[in-house]
């Protein structure tokens, strides 16, 4: 299994980025599919998160309504669009696969994760 993140970078303060989890090994409509991120000298972080046959999404206090999880099947592809971006989220973002019947916001609930992706928010 692979889960290939990409689509970090440098942004300024308020711009967009969107992030892409290209799948092997795996069909991400069977997973409950997450982004996390780790900031440096801080804890990781559950972003946001779409449950297996994208029947619910669910995201972190510190991104609501400023970000959406999709996922596209036919690309085996999840995204994470980011808007509205600031300073503090700035991290490595990593997405993760998980088979557990319910979509939880905790790292022990994911059994595959890629090797994340840099994003800098400049103010």
């Known amino acids: 299994v692979q889960l290939q993140a990409s689509g970090g970078g440098l942004v300024q303060a308020g711009g967009s980025l969107r992030l892409s989890c290209a799948a092997s090994g795996l069909t991400v409509s069977s997973y409950n599919m997450a982004w996390f991120r780790q900031a440096p000298g801080k804890e990781r972080e559950f972003v946001a998160g779409v449950s297996r046959f994208s029947i619910t999404t669910l995201y972190g206090d510190s991104v609501k309504g400023r970000c959406t999880v999709s996922r596209d099947n036919a690309k085996n592809t999840v995204y994470l669009q980011m808007n509205s971006l600031k300073p503090e989220d700035t991290a490595i973002y990593y997405c993760?696969?998980?088979?557990?019947?319910?979509?939880?916001?905790?790292?022990?609930?994911?059994?595959?994760w890629g090797q994340g992706t840099l994003v800098t928010v400049s103010s």
């Open positions: 993760a696969a998980g088979s557990q019947i319910r979509m939880l916001a905790t790292d022990a609930s994911y059994d595959y």
